[in-house]
């Protein structure tokens, strides 16, 4: 029963091959065995292609189904449609389409494969692709909010340098008035006399400027520390927000790109050998000898063609003598005096009854 269907697989008929040796029913139960497990292959690596772009598994089972038929139906149309001929070259010519057809198949079936084999490697660079995109996401995010932040430290800056050189002023005129007093600057006449008091007055007039100043300057200061913690917080809401985006780079895409970042050789040694079984059966039949089924096959298929043609050339010999024959009957017919009178009497009858209706038209009209 096995044998049974992997001869269905291999796509030979297997009426004919039943008539044929063990040996060469075997070698077609092989060629089909192989069609069989290149599409098993085939839905396994579209399944898990498939499951890393819905993540979905049984979507991924479903789709990985049909593209599994369909690989199996091309292979086995492909080992099928391959005759045995006398020449090596006219097979190999008849071949090589499908030779080519089943390197692309190679290719779609591996790829997958090799994702899978090399998963681990893969996510190692997509980590440090996701690592990398997330510095260069924050500092591009940041440009949107730096200058901002800074021209506001910048102001903060300035509104504290205005608070310190009024100190700076104020600390003064106090040092000049308690130095008049003492008498050790100014007019060095000691005591609280008239430029004393006019030196106090200035000073406090200065203090009184640096508390309105520090309480003005105060309010602004905090005013654009606030802005400076909205900026900050939206910053890291806009950074966690885009997060996800980047944890979320690690489609197919995404993984074949960072497959084509790996060494290539072992991906091509993975290739070579998908490309060695999805060929095997096509490189089987071009190797293997004319057999036994091939010789019944091709002589029930010329027995067909010879039968075909035969029938064709029939008909056209009995087309070609009936014509001849009619040519030559109706031209006897057109010579005979009957014939003529008889088909001139029909003509006049069929005259008089046109003539007879119009009449009765004309008359039911007027």
């Given amino acids: 029963m096995l044998q049974s269907f992997f001869i269905l697989c291999s796509g030979a008929d297997s009426s004919i091959l039943k ?113 990398e995109m997330t510095l260069a996401n924050k500092e591009q995010l940041a440009l949107q909010y730096t200058p901002a932040v800074e021209k506001l430290n910048q102001d903060i800056s300035s509104l504290k340098g205005e608070i310190t050189n009024k100190e700076v002023e104020t600390n003064a005129l106090y040092d000049t008035y308690i130095t008049e007093a003492e008498g050790t600057a100014g007019t060095m006449l000691l005591g609280k006399g008239p430029v004393y008091a006019e030196k106090r007055e200035k000073h406090d007039a200065a203090l009184a400027e640096l508390r309105q100043l520090k309480e003005t300057n105060t309010a602004k200061i905090t005013g654009m520390e606030t802005q400076i913690a909205a900026l900050n917080t939206e910053y890291t809401d806009v950074v966690k927000n885009s997060q996800p985006i980047i944890d979320g780079f690690d489609g197919l895409m995404a993984r074949i790109n960072a497959l084509e970042k790996l060494p290539w050789l072992p991906s091509f040694f993975i290739f070579l ?80 009854l046109q003539a007879d209706a119009f009449q009765d038209l004309q008359i039911k009209s007027l």
């Avoid at 898990?48 to 086995?76: C, E, K, M, P, Q």
């Fill in 19 to 131: 008539t044929c040796s063990e040996g060469e029913q075997n070698k077609y139960a092989g060629i089909g065995a192989t069609v069989f497990f290149t599409a098993v292959m085939a839905f396994i690596a579209s399944s898990y292609a498939l499951y890393t772009v819905f993540d979905h598994l049984y979507a991924s089972i479903f789709f990985g189904v049909i593209w599994g038929l369909l690989i199996f139906n091309l292979d086995r149309f492909i080992v099928s449609t391959i005759k045995k001929r006398n020449s090596f070259s006219s097979e190999l010519l008849q071949a090589a389409p499908r030779i080519a057809l089943a390197v692309i198949i190679a290719i779609v079936i591996s790829k997958p494969l090799e994702m899978k084999i090399f998963e681990k490697e893969i996510n190692q660079v997509l980590l440090e692709e996701k690592n």
């Fill in 273 to 352: 050998l998908f490309l060695a079984i999805e060929t095997s059966p096509i490189i089987a039949k071009l190797l293997a000898p004319k057999g036994e089924y091939d010789l019944k096959l091709e002589d029930e298929e010329s027995a067909i063609a010879t039968w075909v043609y035969q029938k064709v050339q029939q008909r056209a010999q009995v087309l070609a003598t009936d014509t001849s024959l009619n040519e030559k009957i109706y031209g006897e017919i057109a010579e005979e005096e009957a014939v003529y009178a008889y088909k001139k009497q029909k003509a006049e009858e069929l005259l008089k």
